[in-house]
Each structure stands twice: as structure tokens, then as C-alpha cells.
T-cell receptor, first 114, second 115 residues
Framework: DAKTTQPNSMESNEEEPVHLPCNHS???????IHWYRQLPSQGPEYVIH???SNVNNRMASLAIAEDRKSSTLILHRATLRDAAVYYC???????????????FGQGTTLQVKP | EAGVAQSPRYKIIEKRQSVAFWCNPI?????LYWYQQILGQGPKLLIQ????????DSQLPKDRFSAERLKGVDSTLKIQPAKLEDSAVYLC?????????????FGPGTRLTVL
């Protein structure tokens, strides 16, 4: 399974944008890039995912490098509720031996200061 | 839409005792996952079901852990006998399919403390 590399921790000020990086140099052409986050004492929750193009949803934006070896999760205006562990995960597409399981790394712990 | 339900939320037992956790996935989700999350680490998959069949249990300590998903809906995860190192949060998740583009939805987890 392809691995990802993320910084252990990052800090941000409230109401400022946050850019969370993820390196995945061994990504295959059919791997989706997923981001989940885990708030304290809760289960992980889905944030966003993409394959090749940049993606936007109500929670965040995902910027994917042209060579797909890295990506960045963008929170446009961080709030105190965004303080969480953010996981960048690669998932193989259906039909390529993929069982759908998520392989979590250590993730990035985001602190948001008021 | 109701989310993934888990019970109990907390459980404290002594080593060598047995314990069981229950999960009710989102209605219509064929795939169900059990993850173990040790403090300070990311979740690790223990077992995955597709309907009521096991797809992946390669990381399940089968000498003490067992799981079933009768009728392809609810699932139970059992530990017997428990060890100190089993202290962790046990997370249940479900998804419609195993597609790489699909989303997994997680329950709140059961925090197990083994004394």
C-alpha cells in the first residue's frame, strides 16, 4: 500500500487560511487521495478526496500537484472547531485488488489559536 | 440520515475477562470495518466485512479476537480473554462499496480500558 508523509504538527491562527501538506511519491495512477480528520474523542470524519484535479467542497479544498506526488488540504478560514488530527490517505480504485480499507499514518495535529 | 452507532461508549474490565462491542452501520451499507486505535496512533484495521462475509482479517489477533456480522447488518467484536495491550478505542465504520472513491463513515468508538 502506498504511503504518505505529513508533518507531525502545525499551528494556525483563527480565521486565517491553513495549508496542510502531504507527500505521496509512490502514488499509483489509480490511487485516490483522501483526507479525513479526527476531532478529540470522536471517530474520524471524511473531509475531501480527489484523483487528479483540484477539488472544493463546503469543508475544504484539495490541491493536487501535477505529478500527483504531493497534495495540500486547504482550510480557507480556520476556526477553533478545526483543531484536529488530519490524515492524508491513499486508496486504490475499485477492481485493482483494493478492499477499501483505510491505512492511517500518524497524521498532522492542527492547533488553532484564538 | 442516522450515522454509525456503537455501544457501549466506554468499558473498563480486568485482564483475562471478556468483552463485546456492538456496531450498527448506516442503512444499506454493504461494507463494515472494525478498527483499533491505540492512544497516540492512527486507527488500524482489524477486520472488514462485505455483507456477512469476511474480506480482510489479516490484522485480527484470532487467538483472542472474534467478529461476526449476522444477516449482513449489525456486527459484534469480541475479545476473550483481554490483555492489557488491548486498551484502545475500537471504531466501527461503514461504506456503500469498497470503491477507492467511496467515503467511510465512522462511529464514535468504544473506549476500552483493561486493568
Amino acid at each position: 500500500d502506498a504511503k504518505t508523509t505529513q508533518p507531525n504538527s502545525m499551528e494556525s491562527n483563527e480565521e486565517e487560511p491553513v495549508h496542510l501538506p502531504c507527500n505521496h511519491s509512490t502514488i499509483s495512477g489509480t490511487d485516490y487521495i483522501h483526507w479525513y480528520r479526527q476531532l478529540p474523542s470522536q471517530g474520524p470524519e471524511y473531509v475531501i478526496h480527489g484523483l487528479t484535479s483540484n477539488v472544493n467542497n463546503r469543508m475544504a479544498s484539495l490541491a493536487i500537484a501535477e505529478d500527483r506526488k504531493s497534495s495540500t488540504l486547504i482550510l480557507h478560514r480556520a476556526t477553533l472547531r478545526d483543531a484536529a488530527v488530519y490524515y492524508c490517505i491513499l486508496r486504490a480504485s475499485h477492481g485493482s485488488g483494493n478492499t477499501g480499507k483505510l491505512i492511517f499514518g500518524q497524521g498532522t495535529t492542527l492547533q488553532v489559536k484564538p | 440520515e442516522a450515522g454509525v452507532a456503537q455501544s457501549p461508549r466506554y468499558k473498563i474490565i480486568e485482564k483475562r475477562q471478556s468483552v463485546a462491542f456492538w456496531c450498527n452501520p448506516i442503512s444499506g451499507h454493504a461494507t463494515l470495518y472494525w478498527y483499533q486505535q491505540i492512544l497516540g496512533q492512527g486507527p488500524k484495521l482489524l477486520i472488514q466485512f462485505q455483507n456477512n462475509g469476511v474480506v480482510d482479517d489479516s490484522q485480527l489477533p484470532k487467538d483472542r479476537f472474534s467478529a461476526e456480522r449476522l444477516k449482513g447488518v449489525d456486527s459484534t467484536l469480541k475479545i476473550q480473554p483481554a490483555k492489557l495491550e488491548d486498551s484502545a478505542v475500537y471504531l466501527c465504520a461503514s461504506s456503500l462499496t469498497t470503491s477507492g472513491a467511496d467515503t467511510q463513515y465512522f462511529g464514535p468508538g468504544t473506549r476500552l480500558t483493561v486493568l
